[in-house]
């Protein structure tokens, strides 16, 4: 892999909690009777706090990544619900002149009482495991997400993402490292196009 490719790759593989959105409106979810008698599980306020923006979303993403000239890109990302339990993202943008497409899975797991999500892409062979927090104020969801990631030089080390949405907007930040040695990377600004 190239450095180009690297650094592309450091810079991406935590966009896995982009939006994590998606509407319950075309969900299914089976009554007790199509069960055959038995209990189906039934999403909770966190799985629908967190499917509550489906849709199409566009906006910008800007990189501080260190010792890197800053860098930005339009992006677009698609979400789609997997059900009322998880998303399906799609995510598209663009840096130093290479495609970058990335795919991730999310949902939330009701007795460990987390968030979590994974992230592939098109720029590293690494596939990001991610655990976190939702919390809810009023209109506003806050999502944090933790794992570990490659930086430009392949090194791995813990990634953190916060996602705050409010409505038809949302804004996530990225940061590298931990304590003291911790730094943010990337930001995104995206608002709903559908």
């Known amino acids: 892999m190239s450095v180009k490719q690297l650094i592309i790759a450091g ?3 935590p966009l896995a ?9 075309g969900a299914v979810v089976q009554d007790d009777a199509d069960a055959g008698g038995m209990q189906m599980p039934q999403p909770t306020e966190e799985h629908e706090r967190m499917l509550a923006g489906a849709g199409l979303w566009k906006g910008v993403m800007k990189a501080t990544y260190p010792g890197m ?12 619900a997997l059900g009322p339990f998880h998303t399906l993202t799609d995510f598209r943008a663009e840096f130093m002149g290479v495609p970058y497409h990335g795919h991730g899975i999310m949902g939330f797991d ?19 495991f991610m655990r976190g927090t939702v919390k809810s104020d009023g209109d506003t969801t806050t999502i944090e997400m933790r794992y570990e990631a490659p930086t430009p030089t392949g090194e791995m080390v813990p990634h953190r ?8 907007t949302y804004k996530m930040t990225f940061y590298m490292g931990e304590g003291d040695a911790e730094v943010q990377t990337m930001t995104l600004d995206l608002k709903r196009a559908k």
Not at 17 to 25: K, N, Y
Not at 114 to 119: D, V
């Open 11 to 13: 810079l991406l593989v």
């Open 17 to 25: 909690t982009l939006t994590a959105a998606a509407t319950l409106s």
């Open 69 to 80: 000239p800053p860098m930005s890109s339009a992006v677009t990302e698609t979400v789609e």
């Open 110 to 128: 009701e007795a460990k009482g987390e968030a979590f999500g994974t992230w592939s892409d098109n720029m590293s062979p690494h596939t990001s």
């Open 161 to 168: 993402n916060v996602g705050v949405h409010t409505g038809d």
